[in-house]
């Protein structure tokens, strides 16, 4: 099993920062592309930033410049450094992972159960 648990979302005021993180743990062998979601109540799943397992970005327009996605291959971890948040930028923000397991040839997705960002003053 593999499991990817998001950490670090909670209440800030408008302008504030954020730093989330998602850790996949299990029977990995290797860990592809990582990216961030979020989801707000009535809204569909909208993509935030991706990474590649060699570095490479994109960012959704809304983001840009505000918003930084990176990640250690070695703890298989990705973050979500989130600046000058706004009312906006409120949802539930999930990670999503392609993984391979031990033993298993092919790839396959996960996702995090969510944290919830809220900002407000």
């Known amino acids: 099993q593999v499991q990817l648990v998001e950490s670090g979302g909670g209440l800030v005021q408008p302008g504030g920062s954020l730093r989330l993180s998602c850790a996949a743990s299990g029977s990995i062998l290797s860990v592809g592309g990582m990216g961030w979601y979020r989801q707000a109540p009535g809204n569909e799943r909208d993509l935030v930033a991706i990474?590649?397992?060699?570095?490479?970005?994109t960012y959704a327009d809304s983001v840009k410049g505000r918003f930084t996605i990176s990640r250690d291959n070695a703890k298989n971890t990705m973050y979500l450094q989130m600046n000058s948040l706004k009312s906006e930028d409120t949802a539930v923000y999930l990670c999503?992972?392609?993984?391979?397991?031990?033993?298993?040839?092919?790839?396959?997705?996960?996702w995090g159960q969510g944290t919830q960002v809220t900002v407000s003053s």
């Open positions: 990474i590649s397992s060699g570095g490479s970005i």
């Open positions: 999503n992972a392609w993984v391979r397991r031990t033993g298993d040839r092919t790839w396959r997705g996960y």
